[in-house]
């Protein structure tokens, strides 16, 4: 296992910046365009550029993101209409064998209806904006959106119509589909939707689901403890449950303050999760892929967004360091 990124480049710079800081692994989307649009020659010559500043491009995103569905790429998967939805899914699948043409091992995707439920910001360590989850201040605001009520049967229907599809495809082209947890969990019905991938239980009953040794997850270990009552106690068995039944494709190494309906996300080392025992058992599952951090607080400075992620980078690398993880280098260098 490896630190990664999956932070978008600005520019060149954070790509080379990356490789210095020995972050060689990232998952990144082409700068042009968007999945609807990406031909096989885009996506070669993104990986082709990406690898010129010594780092391998692991993953990309479907067009299936977190955002609530009246801003999504394709609504029409998980809003379950006929035929718009056969053709978003013909979108996902030829841009899964476009990646396995060209060399991208993976890609990532969520099933989401209703977004990343939050409460307001809330200031963390020193005067830092942390994003944060204290549902009694949000359960008013409860009014359906475009996709109306939904109920945990036509959710799982609309899943299983999408993996009968996909997972065959991802399956012969040798991709794996790494799909995100609901974040957070949400009680039943919440906005009108019954999200079923907001559960350890759900999860175990996904990955089962049209069973593939490429059907996995992106596995955010924020948004998993965000689902537990005591995450500090019980995160390290769910680990071992996906991990050991080779069910994690990427990690999303992100420590929250709190529990289930009561939370905040904070910086890796001071929140609810011992990361060290975390990152043990990663390994005592042999879990080969990226360790990304996904959020980070915002914090101050001349670039906040890049000097909190570059801490996280330099805490993830340390703490596969003292694992005895072998350090990745960029395996060829491109000028200042």
Known sequence: MYVGT????????????WAQLGVVNICADPREGNAHTWKQDDLAQWREHVNSFGIELDMIQLPLSSTPIETAEAPSIMLGVDPDRDREIEVVNTLIENCAAVG????????NLIGIPRSERE???????????RFDKIADDNAPGIAGNVSEDEFWERIDY?????????????????CHPHDPYTPPGFRGVTRVLGSPAGLKK???????????LNFCQGTVTEMLDDPGEEIFDIIRYFGSREKIFNVHFRNIRGHKLD???????????????CAKVYQEVGYKYMLMPDHVPHIAGGDPQGTAFAFVYGYIT???????????????????
């Open 263 to 277: 939370f905040m996300e904070v910086f890796p080392d001071e929140g609810s999760i011992n990361m060290y025992e």
């Open 206 to 216: 996904f990955v089962n689901m049209h069973e593939s040794p490429y059907h996995g």
């Open 104 to 111: 991208i091992p993976a890609v990532k995707y969520n099933m």
């Open 318 to 336: 340390a703490l596969l360091q003292a694992l005895g993880e072998p350090r990745k280098q960029p395996w060829v260098t491109k000028g200042p």
């Open 162 to 178: 999408f993996l009968e599809r996909v997972v065959p495809v991802a399956t012969d082209n040798k991709v794996r589909l790494a």
């Open 6 to 17: 999956q932070v978008a480049p600005r520019h060149d710079e954070d790509l080379r910046q």
């Open 123 to 133: 200031p963390g360590r020193g005067g830092s904006s942390n994003s944060t989850m």
